[in-house]
Antibody, heavy 122, light 111 residues
Framework: EVQLVESGGGLVQPGRSLRLSCAASEFTFDAYAMHWVRQAPGKGLEWVSGITWNSGSVGYADSVKGRFTISRDNAKNSLYLQLNSLRAEDTALYYC???????????????WGQGTLVTVSS | QSVLTQPPSVSGAPGQRVTISCTGSSSNIGADFDVHWYQQLPGTAPKLLIYGNSHRPSGVPDRFSGSKSGTSASLAITGLQAEDEADYYCQSYDNSLSGVVFGGGTKLTVL
């Protein structure tokens, strides 16, 4: 069974940084695009970022562009999200999700992790 | 304000049929990008329910169906069951934003 396990969340002060990781297993990681999706407490889903199978193309929501950086290491079956200049409004549960295809634009997200909570507060 | 518009809530009695709409624009659904649907049960991660407008992943009951026309899409649930009570989200891609977009979500209540 496909497994996605996020880590790296926690309590952080505004303006500081955090790096999230997602460990993937039981599928051919380097064949699929990957995404980060977040959900603020009591709110809906918000796409954060996506990356193609070979890191050739990445995309970001306007709300995080210039502050967050997505990356992947196919040799380690791992996805990452570097969060810089964090704001209170970045507080959310961050999900790692696998795309059904190699690009991140057309495919649905067929497997999701359980999420890692990021809380930005002084 | 979400790029894709969904009704905040819908409800139905057990056994009934309900539909959830997802309205977009010419830069996303109307630009022929696929629509996908997710079910999120309370306290759990989202689950892919429909992909590519109308396709069900293995294990999803055929009570769930999806359709798309023009700049809108719909999720239909027939034979409503208590365990269908959840939040439902549509998702597509927007070429003006160059990114994935979600609807605001619809809370389904089974009466």
């Amino acid at each position: 069974e496909v497994q996605l396990v996020e880590s790296g969340g926690g309590l952080v002060q505004p303006g500081r940084s955090l790096r999230l990781s997602c460990a993937a297993s039981e599928f051919t990681f380097d064949a699929y695009a990957m995404h980060w999706v977040r959900q603020a407490p009591g709110k809906g889903l918000e796409w954060v970022s996506g990356i193609t199978w070979n890191s050739g193309s990445v995309g970001y929501a306007d709300s995080v562009k210039g502050r967050f950086t997505i990356s992947r290491d196919n040799a380690k079956n791992s996805l990452y999200l570097q969060l810089n200049s964090l704001r209170a409004e970045d507080t959310a549960l961050y999900y790692c999700a696998k795309a059904r295809g190699a690009s991140y634009d057309q495919s649905g997200l067929d497997y999701w992790g359980q999420g890692t909570l990021v809380t930005v507060s002084s | 304000q979400s790029v894709l518009t969904q009704p905040p809530s819908v409800s139905g009695a057990p056994g009934q049929r309900v539909t959830i709409s997802c309205t977009g624009s010419s830069s996303n659904i109307g630009a022929d990008f696929d629509v996908h649907w997710y079910q999120q049960l309370p306290g759990t991660a989202p689950k892919l329910l429909i992909y590519g407008n109308s396709h069900r992943p293995s294990g999803v009951p055929d009570r769930f169906s999806g359709s798309k026309s023009g700049t809108s899409a719909s999720l239909a649930i027939t034979g409503l069951q208590a365990e269908d009570e959840a939040d439902y989200y549509c998702q597509s891609y927007d070429n003006s934003l160059s990114g994935v977009v979600f609807g605001g979500g619809t809370k389904l209540t089974v009466l």
